[in-house]
């Protein structure tokens, strides 16, 4: 059974910084891509930024250039780490085996103006 256990979301101020963890398993992590979306409230979840097998990554434009995603094959897990955060980026964070139906439970990230 695969799952995915995402963590590190928080209260933080504009300006600030954040990292969250994804923790994956049941699954070969190593032959999987994988991916972070985002739901703010009332709006629809929204693609963040992905990683593939190779390491390549693609982000949203809203997000490119702040944010980095990376793996770490020996730990099984997913990272995105979040850099001069804006009120625009407060919503849900979801970790997701890309291309598939697969989805954590979600970490809270609020940013304040």
């Known amino acids: 059974q695969v799952q995915l256990v995402e963590s590190g979301g928080g209260l933080v101020q504009a300006g600030d910084s954040l990292t969250l963890s994804c923790a994956a398993s049941?699954?070969?992590?190593?032959?999987?891509?994988f991916a972070w979306y985002r739901q703010a409230p009332g709006r629809q979840r929204e693609f963040v930024a992905s990683v593939r097998v190779n390491r390549d990554t693609d982000y949203a434009v809203a997000v490119k250039g702040r944010f980095t995603i990376s793996r770490d094959n020996d730990k099984n897990s997913v990272y995105l780490q979040m850099t001069n955060l804006k009120p625009e980026d407060t919503g849900v964070y979801y970790c997701?085996?890309?291309?598939?139906?697969?989805w954590g439970t979600g970490t809270q990230v609020t940013v304040s103006s």
């Open positions: 997701n085996v890309y291309w598939h139906n697969y």
């Open positions: 049941g699954l070969l992590f190593n032959i999987n891509a």
